[in-house]
């Protein structure tokens, strides 16, 4: 799938490198079009993926320079790229799929996603945060998010 978002990327005018940063803590810096990936810190094809699409949505929906997260217009502005990663690579719809497959854990869902664990715990609780426990994704299907599973009731 990290394919498919570098495709995206290239179809948007994004180009996208690699470097090392002198930072350890920058794995990943969008500025004017391009998207530059800490390639000495990104262990796994996942991790990359993750950092990529987190870029992509600075891309979307950040203006300026955000690099000083001590002002809160730069927090909310990071958030927004992570909430656009987020509904990217974990769609809500990724949870009654994953249910389906019958995928039971965390690990196994992030493995069927394509991206790390810690992501998608982040992702969660981002769900979490914006519906509360359970989300109605149509009128049988319930996806909860503390306990992680799926509801589907049958008529």
């Keep these: 799938m990290i394919e498919e978002l570098l495709f995206e990327a290239e179809s948007e005018g994004i180009e996208v490198r690699n470097h090392s940063f002198k930072n350890p803590k920058i794995k990943g810096l969008y500025v004017d079009g391009v998207i530059t990936l800490n390639k000495s810190i990104l262990e796994t094809t996942a991790e990359k993926k993750c950092i990529l699409a987190e870029e992509m949505g600075h891309h979307h929906t950040a203006y300026g320079n955000i690099l000083n997260q001590s002002h809160i217009v730069s927090k909310k502005q990071e958030l927004l790229g992570r909430k656009w990663a987020f509904h990217r690579l974990v769609p809500l719809n990724s949870f009654i799929s994953a249910f389906q497959t019958g ?37 049988n299907i319930t996806i909860c998010f503390d306990p992680l599973g799926v509801i589907m009731m049958f008529e």
């Design 103 to 139: 995928i039971r854990n965390r690990f196994e869902f992030a493995e069927h996603l394509g991206v790390t664990e810690v992501f998608l715990d982040s992702a969660i609780a981002y769900y979490l945060g914006k519906y509360g426990l359970h989300f109605r994704f149509d009128h």
